[in-house]
């Protein structure tokens, strides 16, 4: 059997995001390490991935840098703490120093384990509070209770933390535990803040439905039960402004990330161009990405104005939509060089809208044409999406179907909780999508801070929307009385 090339910490750690597998490092014991797979890649600081050690399959830590030591020390310590509170974590195998620089953590690999949030992707489109998504949440609830009556918190709660195994739900990530209270429950403050942590990675359509999540943390965290009476959500004074809080802070991180380099987004930068496209797509839209015209020019025109070309393109088995904002002339160019462009904000409001769990084609990948800080030309790559929109779908003759008319509903009271006008909210630009309504040409979507100005874009749009029908037709009528007045 040919060994894998032999590799150093300082190889490793230039090698950048992908460095060449497989991998071979040398252990202190005298054995080596057999990386196979990276699952997660920092930069010149952290691998982590599946590997063999000593004929056993590991999950592997590998830390790098000149604060390997801190890092690595730190795991240790949060996953030592974790299994003298008897939480569910995977077990150490080994912990030590690499010979030629950096450090080493080996756990368990959990064979055909499932995060947390690979699950909830499953059910993250059913409606806020749905049984079947509770059930799942239940079970990281619980375990969370039961590590704040430990004394301890985990400050990184996002649900790829959580390993579901079997009929067993795992807690990882040492790197992230904090040891506050050791044998005592934290403090109601420091565990309502916590626990905002995990419940702000939820769509705000379930901060409505708290009181049914809260009785599987609160059993295991010793809260006492609520009396018939008041509310579970009474029992953690602050903690819906905590989550509004957090939420707000993941978000603005989020946006920042989809412009920059790191693990969820690929981003080329240059004097004459910038390119952002999420990670795991960017191998099947590098052609599209090297000539974004020739793409269009090979696709099915949509739309071909002055402002904007739009055309539906075959990528193997998948369809994307490509959109190409252009400049009619040398005034609109001159006009559009210092802004964002176009593609710009629909990039930013797209993801913007997934992270507020509303529905919107995803964005996939964003290319401007630039002149050191000018912009000109841009595109916006997307999925397709086969919904029918809303002028076609609905008849001006009747009220809208159920399903129809909840997804309304649902959908415009979302966009007013959190203070955001589409712009032009026209019917085209609602799609019936798989039982869901999803929002389409973003350019001008906006989320307001100030109640006085979401207030007349929200007029704005709702009188867009009505114009779409005859005033004395049954659907205008129906659209007119359950609508957000203002």
Sequence with gaps: MTLAPLSEASAL?????????????LLDSGGSLTMLRLLRVLPGKRLV???????RRVLAKVFLGARSGQHWQQE??????????GMPTPEVLAAAPLPGGGHVLLTDFL???ESLAEAWASVADRPAGDAAAQALLAPALALLGRLHAAGLTQEDLHFGNFLRYGDALFLVDGDAVRVVTPGQPLPLARAVANLAIFLAQLPPAWDAHLDRLLPAYSARAGVPASDPGPRQSARFPGLPGEIDRVRKWRLKDFLAKSVRECSLFSVDRSFARFSSVVRQHAERLAPVLADPDGALARGSILKDGGTVTVARVQLGDQEVLIKRYNLKGF?????????????????RAAHCLQFLGFHTPAPLALIEERYGPLRRRAWLISEFSPGTNLLTHLSPAEDPPPAEASALLALFAGLHAQRISHGDLKAMNLLWDGGRIALIDLDGLARHRCQATFQRAWRRDRARLLRN????????RWLDTHLPAG
């Design 76 to 85: 240790c310590a949060g996953l030592a703490a974790l299994c003298q509170a």
């Design 111 to 113: 064979v055909a384990a």
């Design 331 to 347: 005034a609109h160019a001159c006009s559009r060089l210092w802004r964002p462009s176009r593609a710009w904000h629909s990039w």
């Design 13 to 25: 750690a230039r090698a950048g995001r992908q460095p060449e597998l497989p991998f071979r490092l």
């Design 49 to 55: 991935g599946e590997a063999e050690a000593d004929g």
């Design 469 to 476: 029908w005859p005033p004395a037709s049954p659907l205008y």
